[in-house]
C-alpha cells in the first residue's frame, strides 16, 4: 500500500511569490491533515478534512494561506504571498475511517522562503 | 488547555544504552490518546504506539516499551540496547476524543536523539 505522498519535497523561493503543495493521502482514507513544523518543534495543525469538507482551519492564516480538496482525495496547499516566517516544513498526514486514530504521515515540503 | 511537555531537547548516548524519553502531558479530558511518533531525518514522521486513557498497561514491542502513568501524567518510551538506526526525533502527542474519532493531535516539541557508535 502506498503511503502518503507529498511534493515538491524542497521550495526555495522569495518573499512575495506564491507557491503551492500537493498531497496524495492513503488510498480510502477520508480525512485529511495539513501541518506546518518549524524547526525544532512539533507539527501544528493548520487544516482538517473529512472528504472534501474543512472541518478545523482554525489555525490556517486564511489571509495568506488556502487550502482545497476538492475531489474529497487529493489536496493543494497555497501561500500567496509568502512571507520569511512561512518557512518550515509543510506535512500532509492521513487518517482512515471512523475508529481508526492513527494519523500517517507523508515526507512533507520543506520550503525556504528568502 | 491541552499540552504536551517533552523536556529532553537533546539525548546522547553510545550504543547498546538504554535510554528513555519523557513526556508529560496536560488535559481536561477524561478520554483521549497518547501516541509515540520517530521522525527520521528523511522527515517522515512514523507511527510508534498508541495507547487510550483507560489503559494503563505498559507495552513492549522488541526493544521498545512504554510506561503509562495517568497519575503523573506522563507517558515515557524506553528503548532498550539502543542502536544507531534508532538516531531521531521522538515526539509524544496527544488527542481528544470528543467526537468519537480522534481528530486533533497535539504534539511535543520533540526529542532529538543521538545514538553513538
Known amino acids: 500500500e502506498a503511503g502518503v505522498v507529498q511534493s515538491p519535497r524542497y521550495k526555495i523561493i522569495e518573499k512575495k511569490q506564491p507557491v503551492a503543495f500537493w498531497c496524495n493521502p492513503i488510498s480510502g482514507h477520508n480525512t485529511l491533515y495539513w501541518y506546518r513544523q518549524n524547526l525544532g518543534q512539533g507539527p501544528e495543525l493548520l487544516i482538517r478534512y473529512e472528504n472534501e469538507e474543512a472541518v478545523d482551519d482554525s489555525q490556517l492564516p486564511k489571509d495568506r494561506f488556502s487550502a482545497e480538496r476538492l475531489k474529497g482525495v487529493d489536496s493543494t496547499l497555497k501561500i500567496q504571498p509568502a512571507e520569511l516566517g512561512d518557512s518550515a516544513v509543510y506535512l500532509c498526514?492521513?487518517?482512515?475511517?471512523?475508529?481508526?486514530?492513527?494519523?500517517?504521515f507523508g515526507p512533507g515540503t520543506r520550503l525556504t522562503v528568502t | 488547555a491541552q499540552k504536551v511537555t517533552q523536556a529532553q531537547t537533546e539525548i546522547s548516548v553510545v550504543e547498546k544504552e538504554d535510554v528513555t524519553l519523557d513526556c508529560v502531558y496536560e488535559t481536561r479530558d477524561t478520554t483521549y490518546y497518547l501516541f509515540w511518533y520517530k521522525q527520521p531525518p528523511s522527515g517522515e514522521l512514523v507511527f510508534l504506539i498508541r495507547?487510550?486513557?483507560?489503559?494503563?498497561q505498559n507495552e513492549i514491542s522488541g526493544r521498545y516499551s512504554w510506561n503509562f502513568q495517568k497519575s503523573t501524567s506522563s507517558f515515557n518510551f524506553t528503548i532498550t540496547a539502543s542502536q544507531v538506526v534508532d538516531s531521531a526525533v521522538y515526539f509524544c502527542a496527544l488527542s481528544e476524543l470528543r467526537y468519537s474519532s480522534a481528530s486533533k493531535i497535539i504534539f511535543g516539541s520533540g526529542t532529538r536523539l543521538s545514538i553513538r557508535p
Open positions: 495507547r487510550n486513557s483507560f489503559d494503563e
Open positions: 498526514a492521513s487518517k482512515g475511517q471512523m475508529g481508526s486514530y492513527e494519523q500517517y
